[in-house]
């Protein structure tokens, strides 16, 4: 059934009772073109690019769990492509502007809002820095402003941009087409979208190991049988480096950490935009149902634990309230994790291998929701050209054994600071 204002008010007079399955739940055949292996964003968007881009349909997403339920379902949704490294930039910004279309080619609103990030300075050194990132951002095509305190304070009416600040504000940069989107609906109108173009979705389906024929690997034993395939793409994000194991790698240029997020009673609306602190790490925006979605950095070690703690929930909580202190009495209702695949450089990895008839996708850190449709479109011309596109070019896995590391950040293969 398409959307549209008449199937909406139809529903709507007939109790919503008859909207149909979003997408059909399918049988796992024996063998197919190819299998994507993770159903999150990045897994779902490739079935779904695979099928329109390249008209391989004959393909499979096999996930373990259900859809949404890993890290596209559990993010805090923050969408932008202010980078400064060109062969990132040039990556996200395509992202960019495969969000700004997204609602009207899945057909199914994905909430994206375009309501600006703002990065908050708190030195005069760091306002050179986002000077230079936003001319690097600028020289590419994209949207960049920096912002004076005066114009911050204006747009940010709760922020303490006063003297008084325990870091206080010198001024930030915003990336006016940056925003948020609501995460599940990615995960479900891209399902749709690829289930109408007969890919088939097995959902309870893990995979436990690679079915090989000599070095290559030709399909996947599943807790739903063996299925075999010649492309085996694996976009499981947390869980990369378990999956390789299975393909025979024990190595990887990857850490899996838990990052947490939580979200505030409602609340009238009070922040407009996607804010981040500039002394600390935290990112505030308001969801449309009014909570505040806060998120900070990830647990200093390694873990596969889905869920969160006090200790970070104390230091996100400390920096909200030294940024706006009228934060200091606002109840949390949710608190939750999931698992990172964070790379030693905090760039990607989309590439061919490592293994014949294997394809990687992984490495995303923090920032792999909004690569999702940018992921996708270049990891299905990956698997289905036997070649990297251009945009993911740079993201090859050798270029950590060949020293071209992209450090976004300059520093260095600590994931823990990416
Ligand atoms: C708290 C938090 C906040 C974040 N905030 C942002 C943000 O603001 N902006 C941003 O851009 N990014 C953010 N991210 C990062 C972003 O969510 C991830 O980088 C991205 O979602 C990862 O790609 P994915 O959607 O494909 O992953 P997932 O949704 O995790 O998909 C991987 C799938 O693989 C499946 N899988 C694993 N093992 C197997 C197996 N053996 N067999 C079959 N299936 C398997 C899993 O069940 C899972 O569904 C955040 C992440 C978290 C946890």
Known sequence: MRHSVFSLVANALTGNARWPRQWRAATPKPAYDAIVVGGGGHG????????????????????????????????????????????????????????????????????????????????????????????????????????????????????DVSDRARFPIVGGMIQPRAGTARHDAVAWGYARAADKLGVDILENCGVTGFIRDGDRIVGVETTRGAIRAPKVGVAVAGHTSELMRLAGLDRLPIESHVLQAFVSEPLKPLIDTVV??????????????????FGGDIDGYNSYAQRGNMPVIRHVAAEAVSMFPNLARLRLLRHWGGVMDMSMDGSPIIDVGPVPGLYLNAGWCYGGFKATPASGFCF????????PHALNAAFRLDRFAAGRTLDEKGIGPSPQLH
Do not use: C
């Open 276 to 293: 981040t602190f500039g002394a600390g790490h935290l990112y505030i925006s308001q969801s449309d149902k009014g909570g505040l979605v």
């Open 44 to 159: 779902l968007t490739t079935a779904y690019y695979l099928a329109k881009e390249h008209g391989l349909t004959n393909i499979a997403v096999v996930e373990k769990g259900w859809i949404g339920g890993g890290n596209v379902g559990r993010n805090t949704t923050i969408i932008r492509s202010n980078y400064m490294l060109p062969e990132n930039s040039r990556f996200y910004e395509l992202g960019m502007k495969l969000w700004e279309e997204m609602s009207q080619e899945l057909n199914y609103n994905v909430m994206f809002s375009q309501r600006g990030v703002i990065n908050l300075a708190h030195t005069s050194a760091q306002m050179d820095a986002f000077a230079r990132r936003g001319n690097a951002m600028r020289l590419e095509g994209i949207d960049a402003e920096l912002m004076t305190r005066e114009e911050v304070a204006a747009r940010l009416p709760g922020l």
């Open 380 to 387: 299905a011309h990956t698997i289905a050209r036997d070649e």
